[in-house]
């Protein structure tokens, strides 16, 4: 499960941030396109907008390396 972003858009930042979400935690339109799933990953620009959410840690990472972001957790 991914949210639509464009990173391109996403001003001069390079630094995201990647933190693990609920599924409960989330907009109830998003819940509904997740099945079998409690555990999600979001990654943030530095003012904490969500960029996007994904099924994993590691896809989490790919995707903002990617797009040329670093990547860093947050707990």
């Known amino acids: 499960m991914t949210t639509p972003f464009e990173f391109s858009n996403a001003k001069d930042a390079r630094i995201v941030y990647v933190r693990s979400v609920a599924l409960a935690d989330l907009p109830k339109e998003m819940q509904e396109q997740v099945s079998g ?8 620009a530095e003012n904490g907008e969500r960029l996007a959410v994904v099924a994993d840690r590691d896809l989490a990472f790919t995707l903002a390396r990617q797009n040329d972001f670093a990547p860093v957790t947050v707990h």
Not at 37 to 44: D, G, K, S, T
């Open 37 to 44: 799933m409690e555990q999600l990953y979001a990654v943030h």
